[in-house]
């Protein structure tokens, strides 16, 4: 079995090769390297290597993260946001969003979570912000889809770049927050800008312009 992106080290090889193909989310697991430079994902049995946020897309992803513990905290909501989570879509899916809000009580239910962070039912999940890369085609497409299949009510799309395609954000390019709220089981998207409120059905009180998430405007 190849990664598919990047070189991973030596050692990282040698781990991988044994590995059936496909993978399933469990061997996927147990293989994770846990003191790596790199995060990786599961897509359809194929581990996808990738580097740790760095720069501006690691400085959204901690403020974003900031921001909603402060709000958890304030409002005494009974959410968590780890610091690391895997979210099994599928079998042979996994994927590790950049923040991610937990319903606290429903972990006792989910069999993966104490052995290896990791999240398999839609219900236990309120949130999940992915923050756009130039892959931005993973997050306003295949995760969208399958984090609408899972059920879960919330996903932002923090595109702080404008990196996005046009039928995703508009024209011209600009920084977008995309809101994806499931509505009768599918998601109802709406784009917030930087100068407008972002609202949320999960954070009913958050009260700041989406232009603080994109570091752009320090006034909230």
């Known amino acids: 079995m190849t990664v598919a992106t990047g070189k991973p080290a030596k050692s990282e090889i040698q781990r991988i090769s044994p590995l ?9 697991l147990d293989w994770y390297p846990e003191d790596s ?5 599961l897509r359809r049995g194929v581990i996808i290597q990738m580097p740790k946020p760095r720069g501006k897309h690691s400085e959204v992803a901690g403020f974003s993260h900031d921001e909603l513990a402060f709000e958890i905290r304030r409002e005494d909501l009974p959410y968590l946001i780890p610091r690391e989570c895997i979210v ?8 590790e969003p950049d923040v991610i809000v937990l319903d606290r ?6 069999p993966l979570w104490d052995k290896a962070s ?6 236990s999940i309120k949130l999940v912000i992915e923050v756009v890369s130039t892959n931005w085609q ?7 889809a399958a984090y609408e299949a899972m059920g879960i009510p919330e996903y932002w799309i923090l595109d702080y770049a404008g990196l996005g395609g046009v039928r995703h954000i508009g024209k011209p390019k600009q920084p977008t927050l995309t809101i994806c709220r499931l509505v009768e089981g599918e998601y109802e998207v709406t784009r917030v800008r ?3 409120r972002i609202v949320s059905e ?18 909230g």
């Open 20 to 28: 059936p193909k496909p993978v399933s989310v469990e061997q996927f």
């Open 37 to 41: 430079e790199y995060r990786y994902e």
């Open 88 to 95: 099994k879509v599928s079998d042979d899916t996994g994927f």
């Open 105 to 110: 009580a429903a972990l006792k239910s989910e």
């Open 118 to 123: 990791t999240i398999e039912n839609g219900a």
């Open 138 to 144: 993973d997050d306003y497409e295949v995760k969208l």
């Open 194 to 196: 930087a100068e407008e």
């Open 202 to 219: 999960i954070f009913p009180k958050l009260d700041f312009r989406a232009g603080l998430l994109f570091k752009q405007d320090q006034q």
